[in-house]
């Protein structure tokens, strides 16, 4: 999908067989099939790193004492043939559809080294641009395996309840619109649906991304992919399995990496311009003069050191080298990335948009706020919602634990957990609920209104107060963003499912300029649509609901500690929970760029003005033209390498 080469088409179609069940290559035997094709899928993929081994085997040989001139031509021959075949492939099938691509530059700088007799640095060029061709190819092919994790999302069976009561496991695809089904306990929806009877919470969290449970109750709407707490849901369905909404996460998935723009590499961009110019240069030097002055042998040098001196192996060696030193930065600093174009891609985005619940905050919930009623103090609030909470596993419940005073263990009795998501217990002699409004209400407790409160607390059948619970901010996330602001992001923007009070909330505090909330995964996709219409987007998230968003945006990235769906779908990788290193490789990636114009007007410079000498001086400079190539590329290569050593700052 984001390779740029004619190969790229079959990395997508690869990448559709890691999503359900059946085989939807399309024909391809490589990741379809048998055994045996799965044996000739990996024989394919270790194949050009053989190719390569050997290749730098007979570099290694070129370096050997008392080597003949047509032994070391053999060799260099053998090993540019080893590594780049396949480059060199291209290249005459491009010229043969009247194409420019990078290859035809590999060619001509090795062609060039051959004539010259400098046959390491023919074999270098070969070796190294090959290498970075396959390791880019590796990266786009592992990071289409595209959203295995996503199947888990959509359950393959369903509970149906038939007409006279009975129950029977079927397939989830076989579920009519209009079925009874029933979600167990803790099980995952496999179908949209609408909750007839039963009460329980939900983990929304594949889908929107929010780690607090939502309360479930007749009348409410469910979706496949969210999971069911401690009650038996009776739901009466309203899509079919390939409609329902984990299936349309898959399917966003998909599209979005075919809609994905396929920006070119750098070395396209320039050897669709470089190749054809000096190719035409050379000529016309050797022949025009020629015709008009009969001197064909001196016209023919002047051809010959034009395109000696104007060989691309500086740029041929010292961009790659720039985009391996610029990634294997990124990883030192905690950023894993999957191809050179994201270097390019990242250095130049103008818009960066967030996740909020794993990306900018914790999983960890906090108390945010208690309200009290009944003149009842916050202490002691906190001690009887802590003692009801003492045995509870529910993420709401920690908290409210986390936060809560000492509880005196013998005066607890009676701990129950309810459906609907909440806890009875006898504390102090005293009656304690503990959960959401429509608990109390089930209960006979009137609930007194409190803004944004998931958890009532109710003692002897009074409302005597409430509390809100918040996910952690990642401390250093404000900073990284004001830094990420100062180096050239102009809009900062909060895509969340979360509820807007509290999305909002989070923006404030990281200095965010947009906020959009309650998104599903379709909303997200929409609007990061909407913001690729201003400018290159970045998107930074962690779950199963950002997959879709991570593959659309120009730049995705995904957090090391979330969802593997997110992984497979990013470009990028924070190796930790932090967006800090996002804020130095920013600034590498930067830096990157700007060696690689540097390396490119040095060595155009320097190649021009060699050429315009050979033009002036009788009988040409060879010699200046082998310093043009071999001399500029040293010098280039070096300036790449500071890449390597670059510190922050």
Request: aromatic letters at 6%; a negative charge.
């Amino acid at each position: 999908m984001k390779h740029k080469h004619d190969d790229e088409h079959d990395h997508e179609e690869h990448a559709a067989c890691a999503v359900g069940e059946s085989c939807c290559c399309g024909g391809h035997e490589d990741c379809c099939g048998d055994e045996t094709a799965t044996a000739a899928h990996t024989w394919k993929t270790w194949l050009p790193w053989l190719w390569l081994a050997l290749a730098a085997v007979g570099l290694g040989l070129l370096f050997l004492p008392g080597l003949s001139v047509w032994v070391q031509f053999g060799l260099t021959v053998a090993a540019a043939l080893l590594a780049g075949w396949r480059g060199f492939w291209e290249a005459l099938r491009a010229l043969v559809h009247g194409k420019i691509n990078e290859g035809i530059l590999m060619l001509v700088a090795v062609v060039a080294c051959l004539v010259l007799r400098e046959f390491r640095e023919a074999a270098a060029i070969a070796l190294f641009f090959a290498l970075g061709e396959q390791l880019e190819t590796l990266a786009a092919r592992r990071s289409r395996r595209s959203i295995a994790a996503l199947a888990e999302i959509r359950p393959d069976t369903a509970t149906l309840r038939g007409a006279a009561g009975e129950v029977q496991r079927v397939p989830a695809e076989d579920v009519q619109v209009g079925s009874e089904v029933l979600v167990l306990p803790h099980e995952r929806v496999a179908l949209d649906g609408v909750i007839l009877a039963g009460q329980s919470t939900l983990d929304t969290s594949a889908l929107t991304g929010e780690s607090l449970p939502r309360e479930a109750a007749p009348g409410d709407s469910i979706l496949s992919g969210f999971v069911n707490g401690s009650g038996t849901l009776t739901v009466r369905t309203t899509a079919r399995s390939e409609a329902s909404a984990a299936a349309r996460v898959l399917a966003m998935v998909e599209e979005a990496t075919r809609r994905k723009g396929s920006s070119e590499r750098f070395l396209t961009r320039f050897a669709r311009l470089y190749t054809p110019i000096i190719m035409g240069i050379g000529l016309a030097v050797a022949v025009i003069p020629a015709l008009l002055t009969g001197d064909w042998a001196v016209w023919i040098k002047r051809g010959l050191a034009v395109l000696i001196s104007a060989c691309p192996c500086a740029i041929v060696l010292s961009v790659p080298l720039s985009f391996f030193a610029a990634i294997g930065g990124a990883a030192r600093r905690g950023v894993l990335v999957k191809g050179g174009r994201y270097v390019e891609e990242m250095s130049r985005v103008t818009i960066a948009a967030f996740d909020k619940t794993g990306t900018l905050t914790t999983d960890h919930l906090r108390l945010a706020e208690v309200f009290s009623f009944a003149d009842w103090g916050e202490a002691a609030l906190l001690e009887y919602a802590a003692a009801a909470e003492r045995y509870s596993a529910h993420p709401l419940g920690r908290a409210i634990r986390a936060a809560g005073g000492g509880v005196e263990e013998s005066a607890l009795q009676d701990v129950r957990e309810l459906p609907g998501g909440g806890v009875r217990a006898l504390y102090r002699g005293r009656q304690v609920l503990c959960g959401g409004r429509r608990l109390l209400e089930e209960h006979g407790v009137a609930p007194v209104a409190a803004p944004g409160a998931q958890v009532h607390l109710a003692v002897d059948g009074i409302c005597v107060g409430a509390f809100r619970l918040e996910s952690e901010l990642h401390p250093d996330a404000p900073q990284a963003l004001a830094e990420l602001k100062k180096l050239g992001i102009c809009k900062l923007v909060l895509l969340t499912g979360d509820e807007l009070a509290a999305a909002e909330l989070a923006a404030q505090r990281c200095g965010i300029d947009e906020v959009q909330a309650a998104l599903l995964p379709e909303g997200k996709l929409a609007a990061l649509e909407r913001l690729k219409g201003e400018g290159s987007v970045l998107y930074v998230g962690d779950g199963i609901n950002d997959a879709p968003v991570l593959a659309l945006a120009d730049v995705g990235i995904a957090m090391g500690s979330g969802a593997q769906a997110a992984g497979e779908a990013a470009d990028m990788i924070l190796i930790g929970n932090s967006v800090a290193p996002l804020v130095r490789v920013r600034k590498l990636f930067r830096a990157s760029q700007r060696v690689i114009r540097a390396n490119v007007v040095f060595a155009m410079v320097i190649k021009g003005l060699v050429i315009g000498l050979n033009m002036v001086v009788p009988g040409g400079l060879l010699w200046l033209a082998v310093f043009a190539d071999v001399g500029v590329m040293v010098l280039t290569v070096l300036n790449a390498t500071r890449l390597i050593a670059k510190r922050d700052g």
